[in-house]
């Protein structure tokens, strides 16, 4: 199915372009979305707490895995120096979430490198292919599992940078973006603080 819209780009303004409709739902698009949002930060998040417990002189000391950005020795490396070497409260709870992280993995790369297609019997599941090392792989998601799977992540987050569950404990202050734009006036405080989104 194709979608036709009016391109209004400076070099084509009024002409008309073909889409493809790629026939997810506003929700599945919101949560697909997040959780690749979320899934980078969370990588950004991991990449930085093994930098600073390597503390190299120059990231040419990284090692090759990390300079490569290859995701999962990454995190193997901040298992390694970052999660095994923390005590207490700090560790079990970062143990934790490696563990979250291990098992949301392979339905991330689902989401981000799979082939979407719509079940024909059952309408509210769409189907995820790829091959991998060889076989045909599949997943099915709804659009609620894809939020699960967003609020999983996100939380994640929360704790891979609060593991003791105080925003304070790190810097001694934190201010959000949302915030800073707010307290700031600038414009895009607006899309900060957005309407209730299909999630809702």
């Given at each position: 199915?194709?979608?036709?819209?009016?391109?209004?780009?400076?070099?084509?303004?009024?002409?008309?372009?073909?889409?493809?409709?790629?026939?997810?739902?506003?929700?599945e698009?919101?949560?697909i979305g997040r959780i690749v949002a979320a899934w980078g930060a969370l990588e950004s998040e991991i990449f930085t707490q093994t930098v600073q417990a390597l503390n190299p002189n120059s990231l040419d000391d990284l090692p090759a895995a990390m300079n490569n950005l290859q995701p999962s020795r990454v995190r193997e490396l901040w298992k390694e120096h970052v999660v095994d070497k923390a005590s207490g409260k700090r560790r079990e709870v970062l143990l934790?979430?490696?563990?979250?992280?291990?098992?949301?993995?392979?339905?991330?790369?689902?989401?981000?490198?799979?082939?979407?297609?719509?079940s024909k019997s059952e309408l509210e599941k769409i189907t995820v292919w790829r091959v991998r090392k060889g076989d045909l792989e599949k997943k099915v998601f709804?659009?609620?599992?894809?939020?699960?799977?967003?609020?999983?992540?996100d939380q994640i987050n929360y704790y891979l940078r609060f593991p003791l569950d105080n925003p304070l404990e790190s810097s001694g202050s934190f201010m959000s973006r949302r915030m800073r734009a707010t307290l700031a006036g600038h414009p895009v405080y607006k899309e900060l603080w957005p309407e209730p989104t299909p999630a809702t």
């Open positions: 199915m194709e979608i036709t819209m009016t391109d209004d780009s400076p070099n084509n303004a009024g002409k008309m372009m073909q889409l493809l409709d790629l026939e997810l739902s506003e929700r698009f919101y949560f934790e979430q490696h563990e979250k992280i291990e098992t949301l993995s392979e339905d991330r790369h689902a989401i981000v490198h799979g082939m979407w297609e719509y709804t659009a609620d599992a894809l939020m699960n799977i967003s609020l999983a992540v």
